[in-house]
Nanobody, 127 residues
Framework: QLQLVESGGGLVQPGGSLRLSCAASGFTLDVYAIGWFRQAPGKDREGVACMDSSSSTFNYAGSVKGRFTISRDNAKNTVYLQMNNLKPEDTAVYYC?????????????WGYGMDNWGKGTLVTVSS
């Protein structure tokens, strides 16, 4: 059974940092493209960061570029989202996803290629 489980969410003050983790089971992530997405209350889901299977191409939403970093550790079968200088507008449920196809623009825009999704972890940025 393919499964992705996110962790690392929580409450953080504006300007703070969090690192989200996404552990895979039932398959190995190193041959998959990866994406992080988020959905704020009352808003549509949006792409945050996507990475191809070889970890050579990265795509970020404009709102997080320079603050968020997507990465993977194949030995741990885990992907990460390092989030720095967090802002209240970053408050959302964050989801990781994996899939066998990659197009950076399409991944961010509508989750193209992402076939497997986690259940999400809540990030709240507030003072």
């Amino acid at each position: 059974q393919l499964q992705l489980v996110e962790s690392g969410g929580g409450l953080v003050q504006p300007g703070g940092s969090l690192r989200l983790s996404c552990a895979a089971s039932g398959f190995t992530l190193d041959v998959y493209a990866i994406g992080w997405f988020r959905q704020a209350p009352g808003k549509d889901r949006e792409g945050v960061a996507c990475m191809d299977s070889s970890s050579s191409t990265f795509n970020y939403a404009g709102s997080v570029k320079g603050r968020f970093t997507i990465s993977r550790d194949n030995a741990k079968n885990t992907v990460y989202l390092q989030m720095n200088n967090l802002k209240p507008e970053d408050t959302a449920v964050y989801y990781c996803a994996a899939g066998g196809r990659y197009n950076g623009y399409a991944c961010l825009s509508w989750g193209y290629g992402m076939d497997n999704w986690g259940k999400g972890t809540l990030v709240t940025v507030s003072s």
